[in-house]
Nanobody, 124 residues
Framework: QVQLVESGGGSVQAGGSLRLSCTASGRSLSRYAMGWFRQAPGKEREFVATINWSAGTTYYADSVKGRFAISLDNAETVMYLQMNSLKPEDTAVYYC?????????????????WGQGIQVTVSS
């Protein structure tokens, strides 16, 4: 089972940007459907974005569409979540997730590999 590690979180003011990264110990992510989820205190884990590199498809939650972008690097070993125009309601612990076969889902259940999570805090 692939081990995922997130990095790049932190604190930022509203309107600012952050880029999260997710790696899998150098393994190629192109054969996985990869996704980002987030969980705010007292709330359920919610879908943010998913990417299927081999199919060339991405999908976003309505709440982040137009502000966030999910991508893989050219070596297909690092997944990114570029977050622009951040809002206080984006504050949460962000998790990267992966699954095979490479079919993405907007719910956490089908994903079988998860990172430990990383905090993103947006202040007003």
């Amino acid at each position: 089972q692939v081990q995922l590690v997130e990095s790049g979180g932190g604190s930022v003011q509203a309107g600012g940007s952050l880029r999260l990264s997710c790696t899998a110990s150098g393994r190629s992510l192109s054969r996985y459907a990869m996704g980002w989820f987030r969980q705010a205190p007292g709330k359920e884990r919610e879908f943010v974005a998913t990417i299927n590199w081999s199919a060339g498809t991405t999908y976003y939650a309505d709440s982040v569409k137009g502000r966030f972008a999910i991508s893989l690097d050219n070596a297909e070993t690092v997944m990114y979540l570029q977050m622009n125009s951040l809002k206080p309601e984006d504050t949460a612990v962000y998790y990267c997730a992966g699954r095979r076969p490479p079919v993405g889902f907007a719910t956490p259940g089908p994903y079988d590999a998860w990172g430990q999570g990383i905090q993103v805090t947006v202040s007003s």
